[in-house]
């Protein structure tokens, strides 16, 4: 039977807030999906002529490509420091920054941290793959223990390399921020979930009641050495044991 | 003509503010003026030191090898200072806690006993000042009118108003100690 | 005729820069330059601006980096270990042609070294201390008014060309006390709208600030235009004192406190008969080679006197180019010269 395209609906489509540019990253990754949710929520709040996004260091440099609102790509870590500057110089700016493992819980831990401290009223985006992506698979501060990785090959022993960061917990156990939260996509479920939580957590800024952090358990099929299922499965069933979802503070 | 000055002794005996207080006093007066601490973590206790330039010309060097004039308020500053004054220079010895006299022929010495000055005033504390309007009548740099202004002035603007008179008398007691 | 006022080189920095309508200033503590950031805790929220102490000079250079990006004048001031900490954001800010003001109250190094007054950090500010192919305009103050004075000329570069712009003082001139006439007040809303700013796309497409580009070629044609604003900057930037330069026979190098005290010097040498003048860079980068050579080609000598082992001395020596004998005097770790211990050098090289 032809389709009659005049008659049909359209139930879903490209956020207006992300451009037509292709994505970079690999096939089963979630940075895709987080990327729509982020494009989506700008779409919803109608904030996209005063947003700021912030690019960090890793596979999600490009995120300035991404977004159709202006976008400042940052120093490896730095990104809550920056937004920090741009949020204290033009307070009706929405500025959040995007930021993986290595980034947010690591290189950056001082940034991440003492942003969280002063409640700056920006939106952080923390995406926790566990693993290195951009620069070859090396081990994250979140990685599993025992988990291979090129820097950790017979897997990671903590005598040496300690145990995974929850640095979301590290951040909840301070008196500023309004809302933490640990979030998941392994299934339409935990997408929605996620979405509704990224949406919070800009309302909130929007709102001037300050800090919010979304974290993001998020997938490496290609570092992983998994399937994009197999990923899924591997965070709803082994990630999620180390780093539980839900949220950590809700002073909304 | 360009002059400077050294004031030198323990932290805490007030040093640097008297050396402030010189320098914004030569400024009112329209001169130019250096002030240059000594700094470091010696905030109470250990050794102090400024040297203050006036100038009628812009200041070159805030660092002088050959002070005009000395102030000294303890003994080790003595030691460290007393060979660098210019010849014909000025030393103002703090006789109360300096027991020796200076050794140097070249220079005119004031021995004033600073502490007791102040002691008799009622306050230990105004021993900076005393020294300043000792060096003051020797040195005849700077008016003590315009130190007197200068030092309300610092006092007020820190909250410390209620001590203007205490260091005006102060001052006084040391400018009229020397002849 | 403006307020006359007493004020350490930390403070008239301060000042300044809240004049010349810093809006943002980002700052963590450390000696001999703490008293600057003082003055910003005290005054920035009292205007309504916004003052942090940062919980490292990492991060403030990276909150400067935010900010510039957001189109405010914003600056931040450290000392030379914590200046080290900041080159990761000066290369960023250079590499995003991004206005900021960076100043340096240089202490004695290398590693923590010490609180006293030094000069030894000059390579890594006018040869770039970051990684790649950059510079900052970098301004010697010699004088607190002086301090004053650059600093609005700093914040007035930094916008004309999108660059940092360091001023490199030291230990001596942020501590002492000078007399100065600060300033008038800008309205910093009377400052012309930076239109490549991240201030929301706003009937615009997306202003994008970055220093990336994965494309050799694209990432050459970024190099090339920093370069080409680097040669302009060169042809219209110099900037320095010369005095009693005609009729010298011995010329003394200098910048900073050292060319102060240098001029107490360049005094009682003359007054023993010695023709001896005194060269001043005030911009170190872009240095003034041209203006030195044209010294070096009718002195004799041209005597370099620093508070490092031979800093600047390199840049002296590549100006004069074997035109004139380019003898060193330094002091390191913090020992200060005096008038006549430069002296003492200005006689055994005018003979």
Not at chain 1, 4 to 17: G, I, L, Q
Not at chain 1, 65 to 92: M, N
Not at chain 1, 188 to 217: H, M, P, W
Request: overall charge neutral; hydrophobic content about 40%.
């Amino acid at each position: 039977m032809p389709v009659d395209v005049a008659r049909m609906t359209k139930v879903f489509e490209r956020p207006k807030s992300l451009t037509e540019a292709r994505y970079t990253y690999c096939p089963g990754c979630h940075h895709g999906v987080i990327t729509r949710i982020i494009g989506q929520t700008i779409d919803e709040l109608g904030i996209a002529e005063r947003t700021v996004g912030i690019a960090p260091v890793g596979c999600s440099v490009f995120a300035y490509l991404w977004y159709r609102c202006d976008a400042v790509q940052v120093a490896h870590g730095r990104a809550s420091a920056v937004a920090t500057g741009i949020k204290r110089a033009r307070p009706d700016l929405v500025v959040f920054s995007y930021q993986g493992d290595g980034d947010f819980a690591s290189i950056g831990t001082a940034e991440s941290l003492h942003a969280a401290n002063r409640g700056e009223n920006i939106t952080v985006i923390f995406v926790n793959n566990q693993i290195y992506g951009m620069t070859g698979g090396e081990m994250a501060p979140t990685t599993l223990v025992h988990q291979k990785t090129t820097t950790t090959p017979d897997g990671r022993d903590p005598a040496t390399c300690g145990y995974p960061i929850r640095f979301s917990e590290i951040i909840a156990t301070l008196d500023a921020p309004v809302y933490v939260t640990r979030q998941a996509l392994y299934d339409t479920r935990r997408i929605q979930d996620c979405t509704k939580a990224v949406k919070k957590a800009f309302q909130n800024q929007v709102d001037g009641k300050g800090y919010s952090l979304v974290e993001i358990l998020s997938t490496c099929p290609t570092n992983w050495r998994m399937s994009p299922t197999q990923a899924n499965e591997h965070v709803a069933n082994v990630v999620t044991q180390v780093f539980p979802l839900g949220d950590l503070v809700d002073r909304g | 003509m360009e002059r400077s000055v050294i004031i030198a002794g323990f932290g805490g005996q007030g040093v640097l503010l008297a050396g402030k207080i010189l320098a914004q006093a030569g400024m009112d007066h329209g001169l130019e003026v250096t002030w240059l601490p000594s700094y470091g973590p010696e905030m109470r206790g250990g050794t102090a030191n400024c040297t203050v330039v006036l100038s009628d010309a812009p200041v070159g060097s805030p660092i002088v090898d050959e002070p005009d004039a000395l102030i000294v308020l303890n003994r080790p500053s003595l030691e460290k200072f007393e060979a660098t004054v210019a010849k014909g220079g000025i030393i103002i010895v703090n006789a109360s806690l300096i027991d020796r006299k200076v050794g140097r022929k070249d220079v005119a010495a004031h021995y004033v006993p600073i502490n007791d000055i102040a002691l008799k005033l009622g306050d230990a504390r105004v021993v900076n000042m005393v020294a300043l309007g000792a060096y003051l009548r020797a040195a005849d740099t700077v008016p003590l009118d315009a130190v007197k202004r200068a030092m309300a002035k610092a006092l007020e603007d820190s909250g410390k108003g209620k001590f203007v008179p205490m260091n005006d008398k102060a001052l006084d007691g040391g400018y009229g100690a020397v002849s | 005729m403006a307020l006359r006022q007493l004020l350490r080189g930390n403070e008239a920095i301060a000042e300044a820069a809240i004049r010349a309508g810093c809006m943002c200033y980002f700052a963590y503590p450390i000696t001999p330059q703490a008293e600057l950031l003082e003055h910003m805790a005290r005054n920035m929220p009292r205007l309504g601006r916004t003052f942090i102490q940062a919980e490292s000079e990492v991060a403030a250079i990276s909150m400067v980096y935010g900010a510039a990006s957001a189109g405010v004048r914003t600056m931040t001031s450290s000392s030379s270990p914590g200046i080290s900490l900041k080159q990761e954001g000066i290369s960023y800010l250079a590499g995003s042609n991004l206005p900021s003001v960076i100043v340096n109250v240089v202490r004695g190094g290398p590693g923590l070294g010490n609180i006293a007054p030094s000069q030894c950090d000059y390579f890594q500010a006018t040869k770039g201390g970051g990684h790649g192919d950059y510079h900052m305009i970098v301004l010697g103050p010699s004088t607190v008014p002086e301090a004053a004075q650059l600093t609005t000329l700093a914040f007035d570069l930094a916008d004309l060309y999108r660059t940092p712009v360091m001023i490199l003082a030291d230990g001596l001139l942020g501590q002492m006390l000078e007399p100065v006439e600060l300033p008038e007040p800008i309205d910093p809303a009377s400052l012309p709208r930076k239109e490549w700013a991240a201030t929301g796309a706003a009937g615009r497409d997306p202003n994008i600030i970055l220093s990336f580009d994965l494309g050799p070629d694209n990432l050459k044609r970024m190099n090339e235009a920093l370069q080409a604003k680097y040669r302009e900057i060169r042809k219209r930037e110099i900037r320095y004192e010369e005095s009693d330069v005609a009729d010298a026979d011995l010329v003394i190098a200098a910048y900073g406190s050292t060319a102060r005290i240098a001029k107490s010097a360049l005094q009682m040498a003359r007054a023993e008969g010695l023709k001896v003048g005194l060269f001043r860079p005030i911009t170190l980068w872009p240095f003034p080679y041209d203006a030195l050579r044209a010294v070096a080609d009718h002195v004799d000598t041209v005597l370099t006197v620093e508070m490092s082992a031979g800093q600047m001395w390199e840049d002296v020596r590549l100006a004069v180019a074997e035109r004139a004998k380019t003898p060193f005097y330094g002091e390191m770790g913090g020992v200060v010269p005096t008038p006549r211990s430069i002296l003492n050098e200005v006689r055994k090289d005018a003979r």
